[in-house]
């Protein structure tokens, strides 16, 4: 069973119980949780007041944390379906020996008849704590055999492109941005998703600095700031490009900082020779004016932060728009300043030990093949040889992997076994034919680093696990045991796990243990509070400077310089004709990917499915304020109730998501329309590379 290092904190008392937690979800804010808890009840939860991140305060789906653990549709025991898979899929209880027996003997007959490569695990960032997100579960797949899963739906293109420049996925430190000059909130909605840099932001704002958001959809963070800037979707690295033309130009640049700390220079100084500001405001669809403007603030501002973030990755071009992004701050030496330079993820500062945590010598030789997880509708209908069982944990990719319409086909093959690991019965669980329960991250022990800031937390359980739920780590010690798997990493306890998590020697942990950790619930990296990274250079690169001309893509026979990659969808004609409307999903604000899309009180304040439309779009199309539409291309089609809207520029449209399926109008969701073509680096998902048309539905 798992770790419970105070079990007597369950006693039954009237007097408020204090946890300290760490919230497990896909977020750059990793809040610390002061967890109370009454007679082994979760009874609220707050942000941790001593957590200098996290302040004390939390958004709004945390806060409501107790409606998810004891919501009534939550999984508690095993079950397995009885019926047809599918909306509406129905399932028995069963035991978990019972449960277990079934995947072990489905796993071993599918081995012997197809290879374990037929075997599939299906995950991603449901539970970011290092044991829950890649512990166990990587042990018990790389002993199997079965087919390893590129994890790329997310964040793989951007930080491919953003290695090639800095070489790690580091950046400055965000508690230092209060002291910046000009902040650029580059495709990064901090309200929604980043909420405590907002929260810093606004404190450099009250100091004078100047706030700007470059984004296509005019979101509640680009209302507060001093300007808003809306490029075409997918013309990040063009823009970028504009501003280096001009600040080379008008020469804003630290030319001793690009002597001594960066690469190729001249050969990008020739490069933007092509992308004036004329021509960049035809690509991009914006005023002349705007990048000379936004140019000379960046290259003036004295120190001159950027905080980006993944939306901007998910184009075709997306690993080409981070890696162009990150080379700013080397032009004008904005590196020299703790509050200057640029944030994408702080996650490289972490001395992880991802080979010890996840075994990858327990892999046969040769290595089993790779499935992508952007492309599983694809692959689940034509991989050779064929996916015959799949293993979901941590995950919903019927609802949120892109061209629905195949994943759905996929799973729903009657050859297909699946499995699904979750809180309640998703999307992906119709399909399942076990589905096993999961716990709620506050009731299992995990120790979460964070890509927003730079402490440690522990996440200790503060209640006992609920029915029979079981964390993933458990879960894949008990289904080695029934396969007979004999090696002692795969019996490792959650508290083993912990101590093998991180490499407690390296310098960034100084005088840190695991039980220090464990008794004072977060600590900072040993990192100067006033550090400046690459002040000095020190880049990761091959070179170990930041690489205007990138070594390692030329050697990989890519382009090595930044360029302008358009959005896939652009440069078909035809289509563009056909489908005019570059769609954009990003998330709403009261949920995170799926979760907390089946909250009774999330889903009244997002009210249903919309799509936003510019009104010059909706006058053309006599689409009116409310309507009900359908949004189609070649793909597939989805129904949602239009808004009129000026926050949308013309020629976009916005779908806030990602709704259930099972919970959308017409049982689909933005994902129908979206398109399984990938990035141009790092095998990424191409989201808002996306073409459509909006029509009104005939009622």
């Not at 007041?49 to 409501?64: E, F, I, M, R, W």
């Not at 995950?123 to 199997?144: E, I, P, T, V």
């Amino acid at each position: 069973m798992p770790d419970d290092p105070d079990h007597s904190r369950y006693a039954n008392n009237n007097d408020p119980v204090q946890i300290r937690g760490a919230c497990p979800h896909d977020c750059p804010d990793t809040c610390a949780l002061d967890i109370s808890v009454v007679e082994g009840r979760v009874v609220k939860v707050a942000g941790a007041s001593d957590h200098p991140p996290t302040a004390g305060v939390l958004c709004t789906k945390v806060a409501y944390y107790p409606e998810r653990i004891y919501h009534p549709d939550r999984l508690l025991y095993p079950q397995r379906r009885i019926g047809a898979k599918g909306p509406g899929a129905r399932f028995e209880r069963i035991t978990w020996d019972e449960a277990l027996s079934t995947i072990a003997g489905r796993f071993q007959e599918i081995m012997a008849q197809n290879g374990a490569e037929a075997i599939v695990p299906y995950s991603y960032a449901g539970n970011s704590g290092l044991l829950g997100y890649g512990s166990m579960d990587r042990r018990f797949f790389h002993r199997l055999g079965a087919s390893q899963l590129d994890r790329t739906i997310c964040a793989s293109a951007g930080a491919a492109g953003y290695w090639a420049t800095v070489g790690a996925s580091i950046g400055f430190d965000a508690e230092n941005v209060v002291e910046a000059s000009v902040i650029l909130l580059w495709g990064s909605n901090s309200i929604v998703s980043n909420l405590h840099f907002w929260r810093l932001a606004q404190q450099a704002r009250r100091r004078g600095a100047r706030l700007i958001a470059i984004d296509p959809y005019r979101t509640a963070t680009a209302d507060k700031c001093d300007q808003h800037i809306a490029p075409l979707p997918g013309t990040d690295s063009a823009l970028a490009l504009g501003m280096m033309h001009v600040l080379i130009r008008d020469d804003w640049l630290d030319h001793d900082y690009i002597q001594q700390y960066t690469l190729g220079f001249s050969a990008l100084a020739e490069r933007v020779q092509a992308y004036p500001p004329a021509r960049v405001a035809a690509i991009c669809g914006i005023r002349e004016s705007e990048i000379e403007e936004l140019a000379h603030a960046y290259g003036s501002g004295k120190p001159a932060a950027i905080r980006t973030n993944y939306g901007i990755n998910r184009t075709a071009g997306g690993g080409m728009a981070l890696r162009t992004l990150a080379c700013l701050p080397a032009l004008t030496g904005a590196w020299r300043h703790p509050a200057g330079g640029i944030l994408l993820s702080t996650s490289g500062n972490y001395p992880v030990a991802t080979a010890t945590l996840e075994r990858p010598d327990l892999l046969p030789s040769p290595a089993p093949r790779t499935i992508n997880m952007s492309t599983i509708g694809h692959d689940l209908l034509n991989a050779q040889p064929p996916i015959k069982a799949l293993m979901v944990y941590n995950s919903n990719p019927v609802a949120v992997a892109p061209q629905a319409g195949e994943v759905v086909r996929g799973f729903a093959r009657d050859d297909l076994f699946t499995v699904v690991h979750d809180l309640f019965q998703t999307d992906t669980a119709d399909y399942a034919d076990i589905l096993l329960p999961a716990p709620s991250h506050m009731e299992q022990l995990d120790i979460h680093k964070s890509y927003g800031h730079l402490y440690l937390q522990v996440n200790r359980p503060a209640i006992a696990l609920r029915g029979e739920a079981l964390p993933n780590t458990e879960l894949f010690r008990r289904l080695a045991q029934k396969m007979g798997f004999q090696e002692p990493c795969l019996t490792d306890s959650d508290e083993t796990l912990c101590r093998q998590a991180l490499n407690w020697s390296d310098p960034r942990l100084a005088g840190l243990s695991w039980d220090q950790l464990k008794h004072d619930g977060h600590a900072r990296l040993k990192l100067p509070t006033n550090r400046a990274p690459f002040a000095n250079g020190g880049f990761l690169t091959p070179s170990g400077k930041c690489e205007f001309y990138s070594t390692a893509m030329a050697q990989a026979g890519l382009d090595p310089l930044p360029d302008f990659i358009p959005p896939r969808e652009w440069r078909d004609s035809a289509l563009a004709r056909e489908f005019p409307l570059a769609l954009l999903t990003p998330p709403a604000r009261n949920f995170l990917n799926t979760s907390f899309a089946n909250s009774a009180r999330f889903l009244a304040q997002e009210e249903s499915p919309t799509v936003q439309l510019n009104p010059i779009d909706a006058a053309t199309r006599g689409i009116a304020n409310g309507a009900p539409v359908r949004v189609f291309n070649h793909r597939g089609e989805f129904q949602v109730r239009a808004v009129i809207s000026d926050r949308v520029r013309p020629g976009v449209a916005v779908a806030t998501s990602i709704w259930w399926r099972k919970l959308s109008p017409d049982g689909r969701n933005c994902n129908e329309v979206t398109s399984q073509a990938l990035t141009d680096i790092g095998g990424g998902a191409t989201f808002y590379d996306c073409l459509v048309e909006i029509g009104t539905i005939q009622l």
